[in-house]
């Protein structure tokens, strides 16, 4: 036995990397990072390659080694290349994430110090800042000092949270989920429909609240069928409302809709996963105002805090209501029970969890937050600019005025289908490389969107994806 014992010490040894090996595999990865920055700027911001990364799947697990030199290789050739590269200026489409480079950095922190968040006294330092950066988000919306919240890992999980809060806090029952009723608009992110599924609501009534022009919820469409809801004998449960629609970048009118949802009891839910960040800056805030009536609000770091992928924050006005969600005391873990700050694991599904807070942490303390404000509001210029210019250019049809940074709108030719033209002419503009913009359908009719949001996309870009739309509306249509 303690032959064997030898050799698989000596095994699992390797795992145990001395100070030497360590700065080797750094160095390999930072210069592999300070490539990909260099050539980022080079690349087609969306690439076809052969295999589309299938080439991956020729370097399977095994039970030997390989160098870090061929891991990134492998890494180059098959993962980063083919696709969206995200970290581009040029990204234009859906909503687009960051990836500031101190994020990294934090990811990096927490991975190596490999602190465990989910209960205080584990890392009360650690759950102290992220508690800390959840505070500072509830004072930009206007919440108590004393409300709380959870960093996620995007707006999906957020949702989620806030409707099994709000359920409870209602004291909803499988016995009332027929008769009550959640108000949403027709350009709510289908994450809601998900939560409210996975929550277990598939028989709840779902009312689509009609909208303006502008695709705004109207309050007074709102008002009148909670009304006739009641009357009618159901309950009327819970609305939500957007801080910055994904398809339309629409803010609903949130001072309204809150009046009306707590004039008649409901639950009111901001979905801001895209747009609430925009507080930080005047403009942002004037357009949000009324997000502080709300009983819950998501808020995406990863979009309008240009983070990487995979953070997310939901805001829950009343704590009580949070803890008695998602508090539990298994008997395993009742020598960390308390402590002066709540613990992550009582306010979220998530037992366990990384220290993912640090990646915004870094960020916001080595730059502050002027510059964000300011990225933001150049963001909201941006996109007036863009549609401000395409108002100029004959045969060019353009949505709404921006509530935020997304902008809708397509060419109509002279003869043919408009939809099947701006179908081509969106898959020409991917494959020109140059810039990324995706397309959506509203009412039956195809639009192309830009959504003007990665930190390093500034006018020069816009102008550049000017240039090139006009360039390939004049291929596609010499093409017939």
């Not at 994020?103 to 927490?110: E, H, I, P």
């Not at 809801?229 to 009118?253: C, E, H, I, M, S």
């Not at 979905?271 to 502080?292: H, N, Q, S, V, W």
Request: contains cysteine; charged residues 20%; hydrophobic residues 40%.
């Amino acid at each position: 036995m303690f032959d064997h014992l030898q050799h698989l010490e000596s095994e699992a040894r390797v795992l145990e990397l001395s100070a030497d090996q360590r700065h080797h595999l750094t160095r390999e990865a930072v210069a592999y990072t300070e490539r990909f920055y260099e050539n980022c700027p080079r690349r087609p911001i969306y690439q076809y390659t052969d295999d589309m990364g299938a080439g991956i799947l020729t370097s399977p697990i095994s039970p030997g080694p390989i160098d870090i030199d061929e891991a990134l290789h492998l890494l180059h050739r098959y993962v980063d290349s083919p696709g969206l590269n995200a970290a581009a200026p040029g990204d234009l489409a859906y909503i687009p994430a960051g990836g500031l480079y101190p994020a990294a950095l934090g990811d990096y922190l927490s991975a190596v110090i490999n602190l465990y968040t989910g209960i205080f006294a584990v890392a009360p330092g650690a759950v102290r800042l992220e508690n800390m950066l959840l505070r500072w988000m509830g004072e930009l919306v206007g919440y108590p000092a004393d409300a709380a919240g959870n960093l996620t890992t995007g707006g999906s999980i957020a949702n989620l949270t806030s409707v099994v809060t709000a359920r409870d806090a209602h004291s909803l029952k499988p016995k009332d989920y027929a008769r009550s009723v959640v108000y949403v608009s027709g350009e709510r992110h289908h994450s809601i429909d998900k939560a409210l599924r996975i929550a277990g609501f598939t028989e709840v009534v779902m009312r689509e609240i009609g909208m303006d022009a502008t695709y705004h919820m109207r309050p007074g469409v709102l008002a009148a069928q909670i009304d006739a809801d009641q009357k009618a004998g159901l309950n009327p449960w819970l609305v939500v409302a957007n801080a910055g629609a994904t398809n339309t970048g629409a803010v609903d009118p949130l001072t309204e809709i809150g009046q009306v949802a707590h004039d008649r009891g409901l639950w009111f839910h901001v979905d801001g996963a895209y747009g609430a960040f925009f507080t930080l800056c005047e403009p942002g805030r004037e357009r949000l105002r009324g997000i502080e009536r709300s009983d819950s609000v998501i808020m995406d770091p990863h979009k309008s805090l240009f983070l990487p992928w995979g953070s997310g924050a939901v805001l829950i006005k009343d704590r009580r209501t949070m803890v008695a969600s998602h508090h539990y005391s298994p008997s395993y873990l009742q020598d960390v029970e308390g402590g002066e700050e709540l613990s992550p694991s009582d306010l979220s599904p998530e037992l366990t969890r990384n220290f993912r807070g640090l990646r915004l942490w870094l960020p916001l303390k080595l730059f502050g937050t002027r510059p964000f404000a300011a990225a933001l509001e150049e963001k909201m210029l941006l996109a007036r600019y863009f549609r401000a210019r395409l108002c100029e250019m004959a045969g060019f049809e353009v949505g709404p005025e921006p509530d935020l940074s997304v902008v809708l709108w397509r060419y109509v030719p002279a003869r043919g289908d408009a939809d099947a033209f701006n179908t081509q002419l969106v898959e020409a503009i991917k494959r020109d490389g140059r810039v990324f913009l995706s397309s959506t359908r509203i009412d039956g009719v195809f639009w192309i969107r830009l959504a003007a949001l990665a930190y390093h996309t500034h006018k020069d870009t816009i102008d550049l994806a000017i240039d090139v739309i006009c360039e390939r509306v004049a291929a596609v249509l010499e093409a017939g």
